[in-house]
Nanobody
């Protein structure tokens, strides 16, 4: 089992920046570096949507069109962590942000992810 814990959310004005962190813990028989990692978000009344994903070695990444050029996903396998740097934030970025881990697939689909964090709230004021 893998536990994921997000941090770094908060209230920021439009145009500002936040850096979300997600740290993995627990015993799974696998190293953190073997998981594909992703960030998703869910705004009130909306379905959970893909934000960004990164392969096990930090190589290829993928972003939703709505955040491309503004958000950057990265990982530090030595510290069991994945990050989401969010710049030029907009009010429409307001949501609960979740990190997730996938055992077998680099994916933009939430159903491919096996473990989820509890989420961290990001609120962008206009």
């Amino acid at each position: 089992q893998v536990q994921l814990g997000e941090s770094g959310g908060g209230l920021v004005q439009a145009g500002g920046s936040l850096r979300l962190s997600c740290t993995a813990s627990g015993r799974s028989g696998r190293t953190f570096g073997s998981y594909y990692m992703g960030w998703f978000r869910q705004a009130p009344g909306n379905e959970r949507e893909f934000v960004a994903a990164i392969t096990w070695n930090g190589g290829p990444t993928s972003y939703a069109d709505s955040v491309k050029g503004r958000f950057t996903i990265s990982r530090d396998n030595a510290n069991n962590s994945v990050y989401l740097q969010m710049n030029s934030l907009k009010p429409e970025d307001t949501a609960v942000y979740y990190c997730a881990a996938a055992r077998s697939r680099f994916s933009v689909n939430s159903y491919d992810y096996d473990y989820w964090g509890q989420g961290t709230q990001v609120t962008v004021s206009s």
